[in-house]
């Protein structure tokens, strides 16, 4: 992998570190799962969207709105992946 290009979507572990919290703590929180078949990663914006949103703040550092944190929830949300045989 190039490392000059910063990956949009972690592993549990790089999500983990992100966060600064055990790898087990953070998969507990759900946040910004993307599955690609059987592998699950971690979309960084969602987990800065998230982030933003507990502190306060929005990516400029100004309160965020009411829609704003309403769409921060929304994004930080686990996805549902549909079954279908």
């Given at each position: 992998?190039?490392?000059?290009?910063?990956?949009?979507?972690?592993t549990?572990s790089?999500?983990?570190?992100?966060?600064?919290?055990?790898?087990?703590?953070?998969?507990?929180?759900?946040?910004?799962?993307?599955?690609?078949?059987?592998?699950?990663?971690?979309?960084?914006?969602?987990?800065?969207?998230?982030?933003?949103h507990?502190?306060?703040?929005?990516r400029s550092?100004q309160?965020?709105?009411?829609?704003?944190?309403a769409?921060?929830?929304f994004?930080?949300?686990p996805r549902?992946?549909?079954?279908?045989?």
């Amino acid at each position: 992998m190039d490392r000059s290009i910063t990956p949009r979507l972690l592993t549990a572990s790089e999500a983990a570190a992100y966060f600064r919290l055990p790898v087990t703590r953070f998969r507990r929180l759900r946040l910004g799962e993307v599955s690609l078949g059987a592998k699950v990663l971690y979309d960084r914006h969602a987990l800065d969207a998230y982030l933003d949103h507990i502190s306060g703040l929005g990516r400029s550092g100004q309160p965020i709105s009411e829609a704003d944190a309403a769409l921060a929830r929304f994004v930080a949300r686990p996805r549902r992946t549909s079954r279908n045989p």
